[in-house]
T-cell receptor
Framework: EDKVVQSPLSLVVHEGDTVTLNCSYE??????LLWYKQEKKAPTFLFML??SGIEKKSGRLSSILDKKELFSILNITATQTGDSAIYLC????????????WGLGTSLAVNP | GAVVSQHPSWVICKSGTSVKIECRSL??????MFWYRQFPKQSLMLMAT?????????EQGVEKDKFLINHASLTLSTLTVTSAHPEDSSFYIC??????????????FGEGSRLTVL
């Protein structure tokens, strides 16, 4: 059965800390791995990863994929209170509809 | 960037009534849209894949007679919760893929619809 496992489930840090969020997966017919940030409403897209070892960066956020060990990490440096959110990892199937298999998310709280 | 609009964003209804939620892709055509349900502090649960011009594909455990999906055009999919009951209260989110974009087509989400059944 396809599954995506995120860890930790929740995390509390202080502003300025660096955090690493983990996402491991067992999915047949892998196409891509995606990271989303969810605050109050729908998720907002962060990264899409398809190739191993190539880091994607956006400001203080970065992510990398390891297709051999079947995991990805999302790093956030110099955290701010606005980074508080649920971070969701999803793996996309390569089938016709390319549906996503979702992890349960990591709830991040950044305290001032 | 591509935008997906979902309406209504918030609805309260009485038990036994039906509620329709719309999902529109505003500046791109989407042959496939996805409907998700999310319970508090839980991840998104895929309910069904909506295919333009054909029947939706439902995930295991999702009642297709309960959650009617219609994808009548390339920019509109609707989810109707029929004979709603309090246990149907949830946050429903749709997404659509912009298949014309490079890189495989980014998935865009609607703002979600919070359904409360009294």
């Amino acid at each position: 059965e396809d599954k995506v496992v995120q860890s930790p489930l929740s995390l509390v840090v202080h502003e300025g800390d660096t955090v690493t969020l983990n996402c491991s997966y067992e999915v047949t017919n892998f196409r891509s791995l995606l990271w989303y940030k969810q605050e109050k409403k729908a998720p907002t897209f962060l990264f899409m990863l398809t190739s191993s070892g190539i880091e994607k960066k956006s400001g203080r956020l970065s992510s990398i994929l390891d297709k051999k060990e079947l995991f990805s990490i999302l790093n956030i440096t110099a955290t701010q209170t606005g980074d508080s959110a649920i971070y969701l990892c999803a793996v996309g199937h390569a089938g016709n509809n390319r549906k996503l298999i979702w992890g349960l998310g990591t709830s991040l709280a950044v305290n001032p | 960037g591509a935008v997906v609009s979902q309406h209504p964003s918030w609805v309260i209804c009485k038990s036994g009534t039906s509620v329709k939620i719309e999902c529109r892709s505003l500046d791109f055509q989407a042959t496939t849209m996805f409907w998700y349900r999310q319970f508090p502090k839980q991840s998104l649960m895929l309910m069904a894949t909506s295919n333009e011009g054909s029947k939706a594909t439902y995930e295991q455990g999702v009642e297709k007679d309960k959650f009617l999906i219609n994808h009548a055009s390339l920019t509109l999919s609707t989810l109707t919760v029929t004979s709603a009951h309090p246990e149907d209260s949830s946050f429903y989110i749709c997404s659509a893929r912009d298949q014309t974009a490079s890189g495989g087509g980014e998935l865009f989400f609607g703002e979600g619809s919070r359904l409360t059944v009294l």
